[in-house]
């Protein structure tokens, strides 16, 4: 299995060059030369499967021959051995509505799931090599501490992360701030998350600099996982569905990561009806899929701030589907983005991504409802990113379906929100409890490119 970029389809890359790039040099995304199928004899057997000898199935489909079979089964493994729920992947029935929890990790949200394992492969791949790496990241809340926590303490790896300044919940912060190991550098920067993020970007655009000290990046565009994600959608169809109906899925959606694998699992052959495209008020994805005009506006705070983002990166993927894998077309759609701030599909690109995907937005209002009712009627506490997708499920079209909620992340990461929906505090599970009294470590720099390059040559 090799690779090309988005932009560029005559380029020929393996996996191991696309697991540390990242991202393309000429700003495109990497995907794979051909989608995957698996054919229904096989996919008979992934009944039997737990979730790791699934992720074994499928991330070998992927990897071609990066990692030989015993080691690609002791990267999941250990990915996975300090996770809180023993199915890795547990479900919730409330109603017609199956909660797929995906926040057993070791940092609370969906992103453990996939970053353990990009934390697993990065040793496995350095270990024998004298080549140090440093892993820049900018975070909104959810990334910077799974990235952390997945190589925290490793030999060879450095993690600095931007985080905007006062503009994350504490816990957030905490399960930041609170490694005490010698690998890890946060950085508190006084600014915006759109800020941080273009400040990683310029940094990786900066050849000199990028390669000077060996960037790598673990964002949401890094295929691999992309392809850990692709699991769950597997995992939940045949271990939470007995008959193997045709299912919906509701996912919370920011960067488009999480659901764009649901779409790839589908083109491998999963049996998805619909998928549901999740937002806050930040609902640029939620406009473009309705009307076809894709228009970034102003990033608004909201109480799922995970979602705060109004550039979707992995929107790319599918527009490149949209356009009939055709990169000139793609690029122009960029061009008018970046020069006229908005582009607009063709009636045929908007019919392809319709066909795929069906989209919804939630108020404020309506997010904080949603937690208040849930509690009232069962008892169970669910995050605000969860809440903004279970609003679609509730129409009457979905009462006879199969229908799957994404849980993206523990209520306990967000107190501020259900403090206010049903007057609770919801509890750090186990151990994590003692973060709230751990000693934090971060620095706070202007929001200025030099002196964040400046910090980061002197801890290396
Ligand atoms: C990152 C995140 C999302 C959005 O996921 P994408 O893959 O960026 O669409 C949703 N909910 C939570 C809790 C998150 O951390």
């Avoid at 609370?108 to 140090?132: H, R, T, W």
């Avoid at 994350?168 to 998350?193: C, H, P, W």
Wanted: hydrophobic share 40%; aromatic share 12%.
């Amino acid at each position: 299995m090799n690779y090309f970029s988005s932009r560029n389809k005559s380029l020929n890359l393996s996996f191991k060059d696309i697991f540390f790039k990242g991202l393309s040099r000429d700003g495109g995304l990497f995907l794979p030369k051909k989608i995957p199928k698996i054919l229904p004899e096989n996919l008979k057997n992934f009944k039997k499967y737990n979730f790791q000898e699934m992720s074994f199935e499928i991330f070998k489909l992927f990897i071609s021959n990066t990692f030989n079979d015993n080691d690609l089964k002791l990267i999941i493994n250990k990915a996975y051995s300090n996770f809180r729920n023993a199915n890795i992947v547990d479900i919730k029935k409330l109603d017609h509505i199956s909660y797929v929890q995906l926040y057993h990790g070791p940092t609370l949200a969906f992103k453990d799931i996939a970053m353990q394992v990009l934390g697993e492969m990065y040793d496995m791949l350095l270990k024998n090599s004298n080549k140090k790496i440093n892993l820049i990241t900018a975070t909104s809340g959810d990334t910077g501490a799974a990235a952390i926590d997945a190589v925290k303490g490793r030999k060879n790896i450095n993690i600095f992360v931007l985080h905007p300044n006062n503009k994350i919940s504490n816990i957030q912060r905490k399960l930041m701030t609170t490694y005490e190991t010698d690998n890890v550098f946060n950085i508190a920067i006084k600014g915006s998350f759109d800020d941080c993020q273009k400040m990683v970007k310029d940094m990786f655009i900066d050849e000199n600099f990028s390669q000077q000290i060996n960037m790598s990046g673990v964002n949401s565009i890094n295929w691999a996982r992309i392809i850990a994600q692709i699991v769950y959608y597997f995992f939940i169809f045949y271990k939470f569905n007995k008959n193997h109906d045709s299912i919906v899925v509701s996912v919370p959606t920011g960067n488009f990561g999480d659901i764009y694998a649901g779409y790839i699992a589908k083109q491998m052959g999963l049996d998805i009806k619909e998928l549901i495209v999740s937002t806050n008020q930040n609902n640029i994805l939620e406009r473009c899929i309705n009307s076809g005009e894709y228009k970034p506006l102003n990033v608004l705070q909201s109480v799922s701030p995970s979602m705060d983002i109004q550039v979707a990166s992995n929107f790319e993927r599918i527009l490149f589907y949209a356009c009939g894998e055709n990169s000139d077309i793609l690029i122009k759609l960029m061009k008018d983005l970046k020069y006229h701030g908005k582009f607009n599909l063709s009636q045929k690109q908007l019919q392809n991504i319709q066909d795929n995907f069906s989209a919804s937005s939630c108020s404020e209002e309506e997010t904080i409802s949603i937690i208040k009712n849930i509690y009232e009627k069962h008892n169970y506490i669910i995050d605000p990113h969860t809440a903004t997708a279970v609003k679609p499920l509730l129409k009457k079209k979905y009462l006879n379906e199969k229908c799957f909620c994404f849980e993206t992340a523990h209520s306990s990461k967000f107190p501020l929100a259900i403090q206010k929906a049903i007057n609770l505090r919801s509890e750090l599970p186990g151990k994590l409890k003692k973060i709230e009294f751990k000693i934090e470590k971060y620095d706070i720099i202007e929001n200025q490119i030099d002196l964040v390059k400046d910090y980061i040559l002197k801890k290396i």
